[in-house]
């Protein structure tokens, strides 16, 4: 495996055989052009039943603060339900930036996000992990550290989300553990989950302090981020409400993802459906700037289909594609930074999971979306993340990175000296032109094996999954951890220490 | 299996439990905006550094009659070099039909070529099969009799390729059992092979009567294809030639592939590669119309990247896909339908299979290719067609196709009642709106099993290559032909038994 195990430092920070090729998969401009669904009048139309929606059929808010804040934003409130007039969601699209930063722990880990940018996240959020060694099985704390290593070696892995749940930590604690593997095994991005105050601010007091900066510092930027699932359709549950008003309030942004299932919990149309999630998701973006006007929010969708024999929920289908090329469409129109996901309901990571994976990231990618979430590892759905199925993943999501950075077409390029040295009928693997740039002209794949037949016998006839075995085992086994200060990992351990001996924290709900 | 098996039978030609779904998988328009990798400027640079190729280095050219056609039209022949002038190859261009309409069995069969239009072929020219249940072996006319009746069963796929070559049968007639299996088993588009003017003759013959036309009537439109690879870099070779000038004198389609792997048969670099590529496409279409003003043409690339450590060809990767996406600026710039291609190293159907078919897959669509060759099947570079990612890519290009129907986004789909009808918290799983739609609203998969973790467990745990043997074992184990006429399919073999008795006819090189 000595070979396929040095592919797959490839790409990576701080890797002992760092590539002579210089890739950037950091800033990401997506290359792609738009894809539209609908004409601009249907998307007009969508745009104004989804006000119709939260106008005259209201949504049903079950948080008496984010209640109050309607209506002192202007809407009408009966019990628990809020109708969000037009104006009131107009001033909250003119108050939400639509160009922000997410910090990282050093300048080179931000990550900007507007239209037009691309940011990549694995899957988040899986019950279970799997892995050819291993087997599926509740995801532990074990197996999120280790996901964490992997997500913080891959440079075109930009978050790190909650890429697992790590069910052998209880409740009240689990945010303690989550945060300190993600700050002290990675310097990027991290994601707080809003289950409520008390998490959230142990979360900001961590990331506050681990950072090294005042509350002031802080507030002043965001340094993390949540993601916010609506109770579709038209709720917006305890939880999600008090994360966009903590999240909104600290400056930290929220990322708002409405999971409509057409057929299920949205209509079964494309289009009912992206006007039951649009609405949903504009009555979340009011609510986090009425909560604190400029606050940062991403504008999200997460919208696709269920077998309608079963219930069960499909990803990377032609209506997944489809739903996401129509929220790019409505993002375009707020000119609001978005979220997109991709997604498999494969059991296994075989054909079909690649394929769905890689068909609704292409979704993604024609819909201009700013950030796209669970791109990689994602299996059954999001009940379980697979260790190999992040790293195949991972190679499409470099090639990718690879479009972005365009290919020159200089006169070196065309080359007519090459093609006047090599006679016809030669080969070229001699001339000058292919000497000067046969160590740096390719992608070299991570897990990607061109050998022949023959060649891929005799080495043990791998196929993708045992090859991403030895890479994922090889960069947990020599993982070295990004420098930071000593003093704040012992800072941030006492305050752990310090909350578990006063009980932790609790989800609330 | 049966559940699954039922799966395999969708989107079917015939099949007994025909989809309540209408689904329209021939007439298909490119719904994916075009994506440029090159400005129109450095386009212009690469097309002018191709006509200096062609005007000034000089292309080798094996067939007498070939080079006396070149110097009929203009251009400098010296030996079995020819340099032929840009007035010569702009004159071709001009005469070269921008749409053009090749015939299958039925009018519902024919494919029209033109920009826009999405053709899609399965992989060909494969050595050896490979399945589940028989393994990897060379390829027999069982095997390529099998294919045939897949290729057929799905409306997706356009034309039959020589998916496999029959190693089983002689080289002098192997032609006759490959053109008696396509013209028996399907009423779509069939391929020639040029492998010198006997064997072209038979098959034009064989088509000619096959389909009860006349002389004339066979000549004044394509009923068949052959593919004309160029031998990269900068010869055309006897069989090809001859190829090119047969299929334009009998009207009939070639398109035109130089098969230019960057750093081996062209430059390293893609504009290098592309130049070279563009060079030998304009030479050979310059020759069909030298041959025959208006004779039906397709442009057309393969340029893929290798292993600069091995020679190893690989595809589906960034290099490839942006070749493509140059290929289709200069396709648009001269007018003409032209083909591309995916395919995969891959030495089984591993994830890494399905990503590559996909990514390159891609880079042809957004590249507005009229025709997708090796869009299903294709493994090892095309050493080995698996009849298991025949099903498995054939769940993509379905996708692809449903996309191109678009989704509609009337008031009714916006589907504000049903959006009123729905409680807080609801599902929408009874609403009316999901009532008059359930049983055709979604795409439902052919191979792909959405089924849960458990619901899988028990059915065997089947990945998707185990369901695609199903698939593909119950279409060839219940495959029921075409209707032809029976006289017609006496006559055909009348044809083979005397042609073979008269000696068959040799390939020619």
């Known amino acids: ?12 920070t701080g890797a002992a055989d760092a590539p002579r090729r210089k890739v950037n998969y950091h800033d990401l401009r997506n290359p792609f052009p738009a894809m539209n669904a609908f004409t601009e009048d249907r998307i007009e139309a969508l745009h104004q039943a989804s006000l119709t929606v939260l106008e005259e059929i209201g949504i049903k808010v079950l948080l008496p603060e984010a209640r109050k804040l309607f209506r002192q934003g202007g809407a009408r409130v009966e019990g628990e339900m809020v109708h969000i007039g037009r104006e009131t969601v107009e001033a909250a699209l003119a108050s939400a930036p639509p160009s922000f930063t997410v910090k990282g722990a050093r300048p080179d880990k931000d990550i900007l996000l507007e239209l037009g940018r691309l940011v990549f996240q694995p899957g988040a959020g899986a019950p279970h992990a799997t892995d050819l060694v291993r087997g599926r099985r509740p995801g532990t704390l074990g197996d999120f550290r280790e996901m964490v290593q992997i997500t913080q070696s891959f440079d075109v892995l930009h978050m790190v989300p909650p890429l697992v749940e790590p069910q052998d930590i209880p409740m009240h604690l689990r945010h303690y553990a989550m945060t300190e593997a993600v700050l002290t095994q990675s310097d990027k991005v991290p994601f ?83 006007t039951l999630s649009h609405a949903e998701a504009l009555a979340a973006i009011t609510l986090t700037q009425l909560a604190r006007p400029g606050a940062p929010v991403c504008y999200g969708t997460f919208t696709s289909n269920v077998d309608m024999k079963s219930g069960a929920p499909a990803f990377g289908t032609p209506e997944h594609f489809t739903a996401s ?53 994602w299996l059954e759905g999001g009940l379980t993340v697979s260790f190999e199925k992040i790293i195949t993943d991972l190679e499409v999501l470099q090639m990718v990175a690879e479009l972005c ?20 009928s030669g080969h070229f693997f001699g001339a000058a032109h292919t000497m000067e740039r046969y160590q740096t002209q390719f992608y070299e794949p991570l897990v990607g094996d061109w050998s022949n037949f023959g060649t891929w016998t005799e080495r043990g006839a791998f196929d993708a999954n045992h090859r991403a075995t030895g890479i994922w085992q090889n960069i947990v086994a020599n993982f070295e951890p990004p420098a930071h200060d000593p003093d704040r990992i012992d800072g941030l351990r006492d305050y752990i220490a310090r909350r578990t001996a006063e009980g932790g924290a609790p989800p609330e709900s």
Chains 1, 2 share one sequence.
Not at 345 to 372: H, K, M, P, T, Y
Not at 419 to 424: G, K, Y
């Open 192 to 274: 707080v989950y809003s289950r409520g105050t008390p998490q959230v601010r142990d979360g900001f007091e961590m990331i506050r302090d681990f950072r090294g900066l005042s509350d002031d510092e802080f507030h002043a930027q965001s340094w993390c981020y949540t993601i916010i699932n609506t109770n579709s359709p038209r709720v917006i549950d305890m939880p999600m409400a008090q994360g966009l008003i903590d999240f909104a309030r600290a400056g930290q942004m929220s990322i708002v993802t409405p999971f409509t299932l057409m057929g299920a919990m949205a209509p079964i149309t494309v289009a009912g459906a992206m």
């Open 325 to 377: 090329l129509v929220a790019g469409q409505l993002a375009r129109k707020l000119g609001l930074p978005w979220r997109c996901a991709g997604g498999s309901a494969a059991n296994i990571n075989d054909a079909q999971a690649a394929n769905e994976s890689q068909f609704g990231l292409w979704g993604c990618l024609l819909a201009g979306a700013s950030v796209i979430i669970h791109s990689a590892g």
């Open 405 to 424: 950075a365009g290919t020159p077409a200089t006169d070196a390029d065309i080359a007519l000296d090459a093609l006047r040295e090599v006679a016809p």
């Open 1 to 12: 495996m000595t070979r396929i195990e040095r592919r797959g430092r490839r790409g990576r």
